[in-house]
């Protein structure tokens, strides 16, 4: 759960500075295992910072969430995937997952749309 730990830190350091330019944070926008470099079996940073832009916490963590727990795969049962997007929820302060599921809609509808 390191993951949504330091995705937390990130947005927490970003809020309030000037970077931010009065929205949530400096959101990365693109956070996922294709993003994550790890050692050893710890997260050692971020990379691809192209999309990196003010923006909210919600949709960078429904992102996170979404990449980090293979959602649109289906990897998992819906149930395994229910409480590893409550254990990522829970790791970052995140106190209302159905908003990050609703986030989560809501893009793939938009997404949707665009490909029509």
Avoid at 51 to 56: K, L, N, R, Y
Avoid at 59 to 71: G, H, K, M, P
Wanted: proline share 3%; glycine share 6%.
């Amino acid at each position: 759960m390191q993951v949504a730990r330091i995705i937390r830190n990130y947005h927490d350091l970003t809020a309030g500075s000037r970077l931010d330019q009065g929205h949530e944070s400096v959101a990365h926008h693109e956070l996922g295992p294709h993003n994550t470099i790890f050692q050893e079996n710890h997260l050692i940073g971020f990379i691809d910072w192209d999309d990196a832009a003010p923006g909210t916490r919600l949709r960078d963590l429904a992102n996170a969430v979404w990449c980090y727990v293979n959602v649109d795969h289906r990897k998992w049962p819906a149930g395994e995937q229910a409480r590893r997007m409550q254990l990522k929820c829970t790791t970052y302060g995140w106190d209302d997952p159905i908003a990050i599921v609703n986030d989560i809609e809501a893009d793939v509808q938009q997404a949707l749309r665009n490909h029509e």
